[in-house]
């Protein structure tokens, strides 16, 4: 170590990034998912939402004998705006059950209401207005506006994710007593069911069960705990952070394992003079192993609580803030543990501690004297370029004195480009999968091109709607929640049924080509499709999970794939729904506004039909683009960054070696009056040609590792862009390159400190 600091510090970088990355990822992925889970037991999040036009509290006692059920409670739900000067707010709001024991709200402030008119309101929704316990709010609920008096802020297990951006000022939720619900509603009654049901137990078969028992109630549906919206989110990204906790950190150990590994091999076959003498002072061969292995156990200690020290300075502050950012979770925090220095220190000091073995058993094993001696120079042959005469005496003695080193010391060279294509393979990866997290933002802006989406209440009559003036292009949609049905295996999707000639809504396929859709078949997710192997032309069968479908299940013909990012859907026309005995009943309009029309206008037309249960335009679209960026923009900018430190890392550790290899070479360079310009040039010249040959090895292994990178970090649910960009691969190619002319820069140092005697007589 005193010998070259710098190689070693090199060397416990390498496994610091790796540490980095493991420890930092593991903590939050796993204290994310064990405090989830936590959460929902502790406030009984409801497995299973059953909702009615109207439902009285001894029509859902009858409910709770239902064999599977551990217990149900009702309540009303209604929905209410709150106007400010340049916006508008929507707060849902739930009556609480006495007793309430399902989706039990966490308080921050204040107490539970228990009075008329008192509301437990959203914290969130109040630290973005500037409400306290005790002040007065006023709500507008069907063009009529109520004053309540907030009795306390908290939180609720079902609202840990609100919307896709978190927005907190523009949507909020409430509870109320059942005393102030059934005023609004006009009588003590119910509209919804939360079930939670026993352990178990299938919500599948209890849902069809509570569905049977209540055919002679009107206009009922269902939703699982799975489908909905903030627990489907959470739960895809606790799947997510899993593969990422798995996959980014394997492929940083794997890289690092290659650089320590040869970065001991080399560093022990160059102590074998060292080796020799200690032999000959009468240490045994297991004290001389043990001496050497204590060098890559050092580096491992070391690394690996930089590493993961960084991570606890570093990563889980940033982790913290983007997860309270991204959801409602009180009072969760992420800390290191001490369990995650173990797998760092295991997997560095191994690879390290075997390279060490693995050269050194050849050394120990030889008599004191031979390893002493320097190897014998090894037989030099004729290159194949000096068979060509006219072109090897046109050569500068230069390039011929690389051209002979490389080629006499072929295991040298490889070692070097190994590290190399290693180190450009993750820069590759880096790049290319900040790319594709752009690409997935991006692609949002270009599927959809409406300006406004109108979505209508459910049951809402929707053949009445009149489009107002300033409208160029408007089309009907509906979405259905489906499972896709492969064997016995059962997963939630989403069926949108749409206009053939929708001209505001775009499909692309792999390479980004536009798709059509007609009444032929159904356009499938590329990403169902790469899960399960389907092609153009295969059969699929959907199952229909709305009640008033009864659960059938559908053969549908594939007629194209098509890429979606982010949301993947099935995508059929209404005549091939209506072809396959299933009535269309749309749900959504999206409009696309005339150019110089007022869209302000337009949108005010809408929020005046009471039918309209919500809207979004372009603008919710861009933000959505935006936030999945700067959620995940933090962790893909660290990953680029570590790759760099570790390919300087390799590098600088390589040519640290081959230098020290070559003292005696280069001395003698020296006492024959070669300059030292010369033999830096000799000497990097030759470190930037195997970095060019590394790299056209590493741009096809680059590839395949960002390939399967993708492949690990994709699911039904999710596609990542799997097609490299050329850009990307020239900024790799270019930061590769940079990378080495550092390391040169910084190895000038250990070329001028060759000491010509010490070096030509230090094995005499």
């Known amino acids: 170590m005193k010998q070259s600091i710098g190689q070693w510090i090199a060397l416990v970088l390498v496994v610091a990034v790796g540490a980095f990355f493991y420890a930092g990822l593991s903590?939050?992925?796993?204290?994310?998912?064990?405090?989830?889970?936590?959460?929902?037991?502790?406030?009984?999040?409801?497995?299973?939402?059953?909702?009615?036009?109207?439902?009285?509290?001894?029509?859902?006692?009858?409910?709770?004998?239902?064999?599977?059920?551990?217990?149900?409670?009702?309540?009303?739900?209604?929905?209410?705006?709150?106007?400010?000067?340049?916006?508008?707010?929507?707060?849902?709001?739930?009556?609480?059950?006495?007793?309430?024991?399902?989706?039990?709200?966490?308080?921050?402030?204040?107490?539970?209401?228990?009075?008329?008119?008192?509301?437990?309101?959203?914290a969130h929704y109040a630290q973005e207005h500037g409400y306290h316990v005790g002040d007065p709010i006023r709500l507008t609920m069907n063009k009529h506006e109520s004053t309540f008096i907030i009795s306390g802020l908290g939180e609720n297990v079902e609202y840990a994710k609100k919307n896709e951006i978190q927005d907190h000022r523009t949507e909020g939720f409430a509870y109320t007593t059942e005393d102030t619900a059934a005023d609004i509603a006009g009588g003590p009654f119910y509209n919804e069911l939360l079930v939670e049901a026993r352990e178990g137990y299938d919500i599948g078969r209890l849902g069809q069960a509570i569905e049977q028992q209540s055919a002679h109630l009107p206009c009922m549906n269902q939703v699982s705990k799975e489908r909905t919206f903030s627990y489907s989110q959470l739960s895809q990204t606790i799947y997510n952070n899993k593969l990422m906790s798995s996959v980014i950190p394997l492929l940083l150990f794997a890289i690092a394992a290659i650089i320590l590994y040869l970065a001991m091999s080399r560093l022990i076959d160059s102590e074998r003079h060292q080796i020799g003498v200690m032999k000959a002072l009468g240490v045994k061969n297991r004290s001389i192993m043990f001496h050497y292995m204590g060098y890559p156990l050092l580096i491992g200690i070391v690394g690996s609580i930089l590493g993961c020290v960084l991570a606890n300075w570093i990563f889980i502050p940033f982790v913290t803030t983007s997860n309270a950012r991204a959801y409602a979770l009180p009072g969760i925090t992420f800390s290191i543990s001490l369990i995650s220095f173990l797998p760092p220190i295991l997997i560095s000091s191994s690879f390290g501690m075997l390279a060490c073995y693995l050269s050194g058993r050849r050394i120990v094993s030889e008599r004191a004297a031979q390893a002493m001696h320097p190897k014998p120079p090894k037989k030099s042959k004729k290159l194949l370029i000096e068979r060509v005469p006219w072109i090897w005496q046109r050569l500068p003695y230069t390039y011929k004195l690389i051209s002979r080193n490389m080629m006499l010391n072929k295991p040298r060279a490889l070692a070097s480009s190994i590290g190399v294509i290693a180190s450009t393979a993750l820069l590759i990866t880096a790049f290319g999968t900040q790319n594709a997290l752009l690409q997935v933002a991006r692609q949002a802006e270009e599927v959809y091109s409406y300006d406004l989406k109108v979505d209508y209440k459910p049951g809402a009559p929707t053949q009445s709607v009149v489009i107002p003036p300033g409208v160029q292009h408007s089309y009907w949609l509906s979405s259905y929640p489906v499972a896709f049905v492969q064997g016995d295996e059962l997963e939630n999707a989403t069926l949108t049924v749409t206009e053939p000639g929708n001209r505001l809504i775009h499909f692309f396929d792999r390479d980004g080509q536009l798709l059509n859709l007609d009444d032929s078949g159904v356009l499938v997710p590329q990403s169902y499709a790469d899960k399960y192997n389907i092609e153009e032309g295969d059969t699929i069968h959907l199952q229909f999970e709305t009640t008033e479908m009864r659960h059938k299940t559908v053969a549908m013909k594939v007629i194209q794939l098509t890429s979606q990012y982010s949301s993947p859907a099935f995508y059929c026309t209404p005549a091939y729904l209506e072809g396959l005995g299933i009535d269309y009943r749309p749900a959504s309009l999206v409009v696309q506004a005339e150019q110089g029309a007022d869209l302000n206008t337009i949108r005010n037309v809408f929020e005046q039909d009471e039918r309209v249960a919500?809207?979004?335009?372009?603008?919710?679209?861009?933000?959505?683009?935006?936030?999945?960026?700067?959620?995940?923009?933090?962790?893909?900018?660290?990953?680029?960054?570590?790759?760099?430190?570790?390919?300087?890392?390799?590098?600088?550790?390589?040519?640290?070696?081959?230098?020290?290899?070559?003292?005696?070479?280069?001395?003698t360079l020296k006492v024959l009056g070669y300059p030292k310009n010369k033999i830096y040039r000799l000497i990097f010249l030759e470190n930037i040609i195997l970095t060019t040959f590394a790299i056209l090895v590493a741009l096809p292994v680059g590839s395949y590792a960002y390939t399967f990178v993708i492949q690990a970090l994709s699911s039904s649910h999710q596609q990542i862009p799997n097609q490299l960009n050329e850009w990307m691969l020239l900024l790799s190619v270019i930061v590769a390159y940079a990378l080495t002319f550092l390391s040169n820069v910084l190895l000038r140092r250990k070329v001028t400190g060759i000491h010509m005697l010490a070096a030509l007589k230090g094995f005499e």
């Not at 936030?627 to 960054?641: E, G, K, M, P």
């Not at 570790?646 to 081959?658: D, K, R």
Request: proline residues 3%; aromatic residues 10%.
């Open 614 to 667: 919500g809207l979004a335009d372009r603008q919710d679209l861009k933000e959505s683009a935006q936030y999945i960026v700067q959620q995940n923009q933090f962790v893909f900018v660290l990953f680029i960054l570590c790759a760099a430190i570790l390919s300087f890392g390799a590098m600088y550790t390589i040519s640290s070696i081959n230098i020290y290899e070559r003292n005696r070479e280069l001395a």
């Open 27 to 122: 903590t939050y992925s796993n204290q994310l998912r064990d405090y989830t889970h936590a959460y929902f037991e502790k406030h009984h999040l409801s497995d299973l939402h059953v909702y009615y036009s109207k439902i009285t509290k001894d029509e859902a006692a009858l409910l709770s004998k239902i064999d599977g059920v551990q217990r149900i409670e009702g309540r009303y739900t209604f929905e209410t705006t709150q106007s400010f000067e340049e916006d508008q707010a929507a707060l849902t709001i739930h009556s609480i059950p006495e007793p309430n024991t399902i989706n039990t709200p966490s308080l921050t402030e204040g107490r539970i209401p228990s009075h008329a008119g008192e509301l437990l309101l959203d």
